[in-house]
């Protein structure tokens, strides 16, 4: 019997790289995006909103009827608006917390009793390298971002005994149709995505493949001994403090 994995984000960037990657693999995936999902052998699309629980209500039924749960769960749908604590309003902060904290909430909540029912199975968070360092003009989605971590590692306590491992991965910046939105919001464009690429050690920007290889390898068998990681996949982005290319750079 093929394994089954759920995938939110489905439609564009690390969540849609993430469904390829699964289906390469011989996994079957249920692919979930409010936008259209690409169709593909072995994937089953569901539009929907992550925030709704009409939604997980809908994803638990399914995984009832089937009799089975899903070997390996990825939360990769996400919310990122540009702001600061005075220029964000209530409605973003609300959409944000939706998002990327509660549709994991709701996900798990809904599919953790039919994985551990089972004999378990895989969450794979995606959070990001402001699940542990701050960015200017992004406190929203920082906050959201950190508190997701600490969802992950506490559910990762919480049901280890019922053969539930919980991981995040943790993304540097990565060349996603996200981050090209954030970086049309900014003043300069062009000169945005240089200091991008120049700040990470290897002068380029993450693929979204590139991550999903990582999040392949925590939903599979040879990742069995590590559950509560935060797994940083940055293209060296945090090893130090500072970076510079050399005299030529500093």
Known sequence: MSRLAIVTGAASGIGAATVSAFLIEGWEVIGIDLLPVTRAPGLTTV???????????????????????????????????????????????????????????RAARALL??????????????????????????IGYCATKGALLQFTRTLALDHARDGIRANIVCPGVTDTPFFRRHLDSASDPAQFLRAR??????????????????????????????????????AGL???????????GA
């Open 47 to 105: 539009t929907g909103d992550v925030a709704e629980q009409t939604l997980w209500d809908s994803i638990r039924s399914t995984m009832t009827e089937r009799g089975n749960g899903p070997d390996a769960l990825i939360l990769a749908a996400a919310q990122l608006v540009v702001g600061d604590v005075l220029t964000l309003d209530e409605a973003q902060w609300r959409r944000m917390i939706e998002v990327n904290l509660m549709g994991p909430v």
């Open 238 to 248: 945090t090893a130090g403090f500072d970076f510079r290319m050399g005299a030529e």
């Open 113 to 138: 009793p039919v994985m551990i029912k089972r004999g378990g199975g895989a969450v794979v968070t995606v959070g990001s390298v402001d699940s542990l360092l701050a960015e200017q003009g992004l």
């Open 197 to 234: 690429e120049q700040r990470n050690p290897v002068g380029r920007l993450l693929t979204p493949n590139e991550v999903a290889a990582t999040i392949l390898f925590l939903a599979g068998p040879g990742a069995s001994g590590i559950t509560g990681a935060s797994l940083v996949v940055d």
